[in-house]
């Protein structure tokens, strides 16, 4: 027959034994949750979003458009790190005049050079400072990256104003581009003097998804 001490170590074995297995069963689960973090895609309908342009000189304002060409951003939603491209096709601008539109890819944007000016996101915050989240609503975000026009590029940080019910997104941002300082020849002649920022108003649509 077994003693009371053989029993009480055989229970407190069990026990143990009991424990182990738990924990080890466990490993699996927690390095399999850690592998499961996906980054969100946005994807831009380039025939859904528009581009337009605003600049000001001492005798009216020229308002115009240009199309996007592409645009897909990668993100990871914890870390904020981001990648991808958001395109803008040089040549289609547009301002309602021929010759003025003729002569601002020509002689100032340079089209035939650079055909394309690009955004390259590096990183997402959300407007609290916190990474951006996967909350259903409306949010203001902050996207860093590089800008890229008439051949430079210039780090920038844009402000957005996102709304998506988890797959599709509408983001709105305005900003300013210095594009005498950032190279192009300035425009002003004779007593025209023509403001030295071009604003920029874009409104995306397009998907976002979990990959």
């Not at 983001?171 to 920029?200: C, M, N, Q």
Request: aromatic letters at 8%; glycine letters at 10%; a neutral charge.
């Amino acid at each position: 027959m077994k003693t009371k001490r053989t029993m009480m170590r055989a229970e407190r074995l069990k026990a143990w034994l009991i424990v182990v297995t738990a924990m080890l069963t466990a490993v699996p689960v927690i390095c399999s949750g850690q592998g499961t973090a996906k980054q969100l895609h946005l994807h831009l309908d380039p025939t859904a979003t528009t581009v337009q342009f605003t600049l000001k000189d001492t005798i009216h304002t020229v308002h115009g458009t240009f199309h996007m060409h592409a645009g897909d951003v990668y993100f990871d939603p914890k870390t904020g790190e981001a990648h991808g491209k958001i395109e803008v096709d040089a040549t289609s601008g547009e301002s309602g005049n021929d010759t003025r539109d003729g002569k601002m890819k020509r002689e100032y944007l340079e089209v035939g050079q650079f055909p394309v000016a690009m955004f390259e996101p590096h990183l997402v915050t959300g407007s609290t400072g916190v990474a951006f989240d996967e909350k259903f609503g409306t949010q203001t975000i902050s996207v860093s990256g590089n800008f890229t026009l008439h051949g430079a590029s210039h780090a920038m940080v844009m402000q957005f104003l996102v709304q998506h019910d988890g797959q599709q997104a509408m983001a709105t941002t305005h900003f300013l581009i210095p594009y005498v300082a950032w190279g192009i020849k300035d425009p002003s002649f004779a007593v025209v003097r023509v403001e030295k920022e071009v604003g920029i108003d874009v409104k995306a649509k397009g998907t976002l998804t979990s990959e």
